[in-house]
């Protein structure tokens, strides 16, 4: 995904084992950050907020996923999304999806606009 500001670092693509998740924590006095999703290569970037009621999606600090890694998963309603896509598949938001966030991968580091509030 390209974004049209200037980039910054949010982690390296290392930070975040395959086939897991990491979160970001928001901004001072802010409710929800992000969270990245690894599948190899591959990277998902997305606003930790559940599109139902805007709670945050993890459980416990960098856990977005079901038991067996295929899904993000809400804490609250349990609401189960596509990790390619952030389409709710199950739960009370069937059919709506998480906020997508830009990003790129430059030299291993995963790098989001400047203004993007972290």
């Avoid at 979160?23 to 599948?39: D, S």
């Avoid at 960098?62 to 598949?89: N, Y």
């Amino acid at each position: 995904m390209r974004s049209e500001s200037p980039l910054r670092r949010l982690c390296a693509l290392t930070d975040i084992a395959d086939g897991t998740a990491k979160g970001f924590r928001p901004p001072l006095g802010g409710f929800t950050g992000l969270f990245a999703v690894r599948q190899g290569n591959t990277v998902r970037l997305y606003l930790n907020s559940c599109p139902h009621i805007g709670m945050p999606l993890d459980w416990a600090p960098d856990k977005f996923l079901s038991q067996d890694g295929s899904l993000i998963v809400c804490a609250t309603h349990g609401a189960e999304f596509a990790i390619e896509t952030g389409r709710c598949l199950r739960g009370p938001c069937t059919g709506d999806h998480l906020e997508a966030i830009p990003f790129e991968i430059k030299n291993g580091e995963i790098q989001i606009a400047a203004d993007a509030g972290l």
